[in-house]
């Protein structure tokens, strides 16, 4: 009686394919260090179901839009009246930014499963920060009403300064927890790589603040740091998500040089 055949395994899916297809342009490989730590932390994703991650995403963003809406109250009837908006405006970043963080460690510690790698950590950030800037200019508008065309350009650019920022800190939020698995102390587990995640994020806000500010008239710092800031901003983004950005495959993880080993062949069978 003849053996059976025994088909040899598929080959591998080579990483590469996972950055086929959306925008993503060349790879990049400027925090290779930084993202190989990263990759050490990363575990598979262990969701119930597959809509599981949308509902987690989407009650980030509808927390955030009341945040987003309170923070302007605050600066605006707050510091804004009694300080002046030179100070106002240093202390929107400053206020925006310590909200942001602490809110989003509160958010990921109870909904724990929804940063299992950096990309969850990042699109937990921009979703939140997506809502606290809707929030946030909804008020706004409400307040002083529509003034064009400085209105419509801070509409278009919503989706890109304050989700950016917080996608750092996401990711900053995703290596917190995992190291906090791993170390006994919150101090610890929050040194190092997390800090430097969050001073991204505060970096980032705190440009656009200081450009307005030494701008005459205001609107054209904000332009001149959207034009400036957020190219920049984006591709340090780009590179420590792994080099690229594809809007396909975004939550999809890429292998990273000495951390994540090849796959190997099946063994064959037994004779």
């Known amino acids: 009686m003849s053996e059976p055949f025994y088909p040899?395994?598929?080959?591998?899916?080579?990483?590469?394919?996972?950055?086929?297809?959306?925008?993503?342009?060349?790879?990049?490989?400027?925090?290779?260090?930084?993202?190989?730590?990263?990759?050490?932390?990363?575990?598979?994703?262990?969701?119930?179901?597959?809509?599981?991650?949308?509902?987690?995403?989407?009650?980030?963003?509808?927390?955030?839009?009341?945040l987003g809406a309170a923070l302007l109250g605050?600066?605006?009837?707050?510091?804004?009246v009694t300080a002046g908006s030179d100070t106002a405006t240093i202390l929107n970043g400053f206020l925006t930014c310590l909200l942001f963080e602490s809110v989003l460690i509160l958010l990921a510690v109870l909904l724990w499963r929804?940063?299992?790698?950096?990309?969850?950590?990042?699109?937990?950030?921009?979703?939140?920060?997506?809502?606290?800037?809707?929030?946030?200019?909804?008020?706004?508008?409400?307040?002083?009403?529509?003034?064009?065309?400085?209105?419509?350009?801070?509409?278009?650019?919503?989706?890109?300064?304050?989700?950016?920022?917080?996608?750092?800190e996401g990711i900053g939020v995703f290596v917190l927890l995992a190291r906090r698995r791993q170390l006994s102390s919150f101090t610890q587990a929050l040194l190092g790589l997390p800090l430097l995640f969050f001073f991204f994020g505060f970096i980032h806000r705190m440009s656009y603040a200081l450009i307005s500010l030494n701008a005459v008239p205001a609107e054209a710092g904000y332009i001149i740091g959207y034009l400036i800031l957020f190219p920049i901003f984006a591709i340090i983004l780009r590179d420590l998500l792994g080099g690229h950005f594809n809007f396909q495959h975004f939550l999809d993880p890429l292998p990273e040089p000495d951390i994540t080993p090849e796959m190997q062949p099946a063994p064959p069978p037994p004779p």
Do not use: M
């Open 8 to 66: 040899p395994p598929p080959p591998p899916t080579p990483a590469s394919d996972v950055s086929k297809g959306g925008l993503h342009g060349p790879k990049t490989n400027f925090f290779l260090g930084i993202r190989r730590a990263l990759t050490a932390l990363e575990t598979s994703p262990d969701f119930k179901t597959q809509a599981e991650p949308k509902r987690l995403f989407l009650v980030a963003f509808l927390l955030s839009l009341p």
């Open 74 to 80: 605050v600066v605006v009837y707050g510091i804004a």
């Open 114 to 168: 929804l940063a299992p790698n950096r990309r969850y950590g990042a699109a937990l950030g921009l979703l939140f920060g997506l809502g606290f800037a809707v929030g946030y200019e909804i008020l706004f508008v409400s307040i002083y009403g529509i003034r064009l065309p400085w209105s419509v350009l801070k509409l278009l650019t919503i989706p890109f300064i304050q989700p950016v920022a917080a996608a750092f």
